[in-house]
Nanobody, 127 residues
């Protein structure tokens, strides 16, 4: 089982940027696709972004496409979510997750496809 720890959340003004990090231990992330999800206040958790094990296949929610970018540094066993042009509706707890299966060629978008989750990091965007 891989342990995931998110960091980089915080309070930012609308239009600003943040970069979230997801550090892993217990297993190399280089074989696994990764995903970012978020849970806005009072709402269900929703998909944000994901990649496949190689990072060449990515997928984004329509609401963040063109503003958020998922990337990874396998040498550091870390995945990132660069968030630009943040808006108040991006306020949420952000979670990273690791694909259940290794070497998958497509980026997953469904929570059930991910087997390990971090504890989340709060992102608050003020207007």
């Amino acid at each position: 089982q891989v342990q995931l720890v998110e960091s980089g959340g915080g309070l930012v003004q609308a239009g600003g940027s943040l970069r979230l990090s997801c550090s892993a231990s217990g297993r190399s992330l280089s074989m696994y696709g990764m995903g970012w999800f978020r849970q806005p206040p009072g709402k269900e958790r929703e998909f944000v972004a994901a990649d496949n094990w190689s990072g060449y296949s990515t997928s984004y929610a329509d609401s963040v496409k063109g503003r958020f970018t998922i990337s990874r540094d396998n040498a550091k066993n870390t995945v990132y979510l660069q968030m630009n042009s943040l808006a108040p509706e991006d306020t949420a707890v952000y979670y990273c997750a690791a694909d259940k299966y290794s070497w998958d060629t497509i980026a997953k978008r469904t929570e059930a496809d991910f087997g390990s989750w971090g504890q989340g990091t709060q992102v608050t965007v003020s207007s």
